[in-house]
């Protein structure tokens, strides 16, 4: 969300006749697009304006901004503490950000503006995206569940869906300019449309975006396990384009746990819906999100949650020690686990998944998969990467011959991309040979983060 967010700013401020600049030397403005979902993020926030400042000694005209969600709920004491900062915006603030930095760069005085609550889905924003490829589409913003641990609530507001026909109309948009992936944007997908005029909900969108010519693949983050409905899973086993690739986020596997953080589904709900999801779709591939260390997390809770991962045997997850967030419940709840304790079994789990990833990747090895090729492997230039429909990385060699006209034909990097999407606003997909295709892959040897293989035919 927040990659996607500073692709907004770049194209705001690229209507306005800013442009990119890799070196900080030669900035007029620097902006740091902030998070605050667990405390150490948010102090990088301030190791990174200690390191900005030396650039504002050296040009006192450098305009620095901080925006997101730490400039939307610690504007004071961003101010305070980095008192060089010019500018202070909120998540909700972007589309006025080229007229902040007008103010801010003309007065004295930092300027600071950050908005509440959205009245409705803002329309209309220019996006300088990365890829030329995959594009990541917001379909709402806003989260509604106070799950007790959570700061998104309180710097990203009340859940507001966007129109169906302005999402559909952005990803035709993105069709003709040679998109062939979009990954759908919003802090609980699933209750998508909820209160909205237009009824549409998540599955009916869903089936919507498929018919999309050009479009190949769709994704989706996040979604709630308990608004993860039946119709959404048979949406995903019968439109070709959705891929089987889920990422729910389970949180824990203790019961008592689940309650404390207001999550309102049971491990056994959770079970349930993977269950489902393994016995539907063929080949699916699942991802969750996993905190460890919980305010009155026991050994016996913490032994519920390896259980999960050992039965579910997730392709991947994504591990976070609990950090206490300002506002939020869980932060003053008695039973508050030792730093040393949460690092022990962080690791715990660490080991316990890529025992698991290895294992399911390995299973890949002598199968066919269709890759949608990226670019050049960033690793090794004679090898091109991409993506499996379940979201593994692959990167592979073609017949000899082809591979010295791709190296002619493709960007070296994903940072050179990004320049050259600045630069021009106009996809670069199928500049290259093979880039934004679908080609057939044999994997011949898989590793923990990434598969090898070969062009079929
Ligand atoms: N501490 C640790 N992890 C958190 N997450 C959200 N808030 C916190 C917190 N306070 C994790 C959750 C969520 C993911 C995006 O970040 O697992 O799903
Ligand atoms: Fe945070 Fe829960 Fe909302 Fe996700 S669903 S953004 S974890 S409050």
Redesign the pocket.
Known sequence: MNKYDSEKMAGMLRKYNYSLTPDLNSADVVLLNTCSIREKAEQKVFSKLGRIKKYKVKNPNLVIGVGGCVGQISSKAILKRAPYVDLVFGTLNIHRLPSLLETASKGNAAVSEIFSEAEQYLEDYPISRKSGIQAWVSIMHG?N???SY?V??YTRGREISRKCNDILNEIKVLSQHGYKEVTLLG??VNSYGKGTEEGITFPGLLEKINEIPGIERIRFV?S?PKDFSKELIRVIKNFDKVCEQIHLPAQSGSNKILSLMNRKYSLKDYMEKINTLKSSISGVALSTDIIVGFPGETKQDFQATIDLITKIEFDSIFLFNFSPRPETVAAKLPGQVNEKIKQKRFNTLLDLQKGITLKLNKRLEGKNVDILVEGKSKTNLDKLTGRTRTNKIVNFTVRAGTAAKLKLNTSADGDEIFQKEIGSEVSNAGKGYLTGKIVPVKIVRSGLYSLDGQVIN
């Open positions: 989260c569940n106070y799950c959570c998104v609530p802090q609980n996040t709630h």
